[in-house]
């Protein structure tokens, strides 16, 4: 029973009501946007939580250096689903047409299509992967988030199918100003090709680099920088990325633009790519 005069319990009633209103929305505050994700080449180490879900579409365009065949389409979709936590299971497939030789995520797939660069003609190529990211460390407490990611894949095209292993330490760090947080990402790999062909590089190594600007919850600027081993002869991929990521109203979609061109006669001279991801799940 309110014992305060009627205008002034009808005031005491208003800011109560305002709140326990207004309590819910600011818990239900957006986290800011991830600073390392698709389209751009760099994962980022923090593990998904138990129960959580995300579904990753990725289309990029790639015009090639020199050869009859230049231009190349590709497509690429992911599953990751958090397990029990720090622990993240991922499974995804790559298909790409066109000149093969710089498509850097199917290995060395058109080693048995015949080079593109020299008269030869398109050609199609995949891989399917299965891995899993395990989180060692979630970036609290002033130090950095810290991961490892192991896979599996199958490179596939009209030639003979390969096989391969990959392992790589993720290391992320953010920096937090306000909403404009500051993260800087680094990928370092190893792949190895199980049962090489004669000629073939057995082992080969990756560096991926990023610094990521939120410039609002829920847009960020990412510059990224990817290099990879590739076979003997060949010069290493490297490849330049700049573009943006966007969380869309509602939280569950974020959209990636990117545009990078390559620093290497075996890397593109210029690509395009999006991404859309979709959260399935917000976990259990």
Known sequence: M???????????LLAAVHFTSAAPAMAAVE???????????????????PGAAEAAFVGAYERARQGSVRNTGAAETQLSMGVVPGLELRIGQVGAYGNLETRRKLGTVSD????????????????????????????????????????????????????????????????????????????????ARLEPQSGERPNRYLLNASV??????????????AREQQERGDRDYSLIQAGLRHRLPGGRVV?????????????????????????????W
């Open 112 to 191: 048995d299509l015949g080079s593109s660069d020299n008269g030869g003609q398109a050609a199609w190529g995949g891989s399917t992967r299965i891995g899993a990211l395990y989180e060692f460390s979630d970036g609290r407490g002033g130090y950095p988030a810290i991961a490892g990611l192991m896979r599996i894949r199958t490179l596939y095209g009209r030639g003979k199918p390969a096989y391969e292993t990959e392992a790589v330490a993720l290391i992320g760090r953010t920096f937090p100003f306000g909403q404009q947080a500051i993260g800087t990402h680094l990928n370092i790999g190893w792949v």
């Open 212 to 225: 990521g600007q939120a410039i609002s919850p829920a847009t960020a600027l990412v510059l990224t920088y």
């Open 2 to 12: 309110c014992r305060l005069p009627p205008r002034n319990c009808a005031a005491a």
């Open 255 to 283: 959209l990636g633009i990117a545009a990078g061109f390559g620093t290497t006669r075996d890397t593109p001279r210029y690509q395009l790519a999006v991404a859309l991801q979709w959260q399935l799940s917000g976990g």
């Open 31 to 49: 986290e800011p946007i991830e600073l390392a994700d698709d389209p751009f080449q760099i994962t980022d180490p923090i593990a998904a939580k």
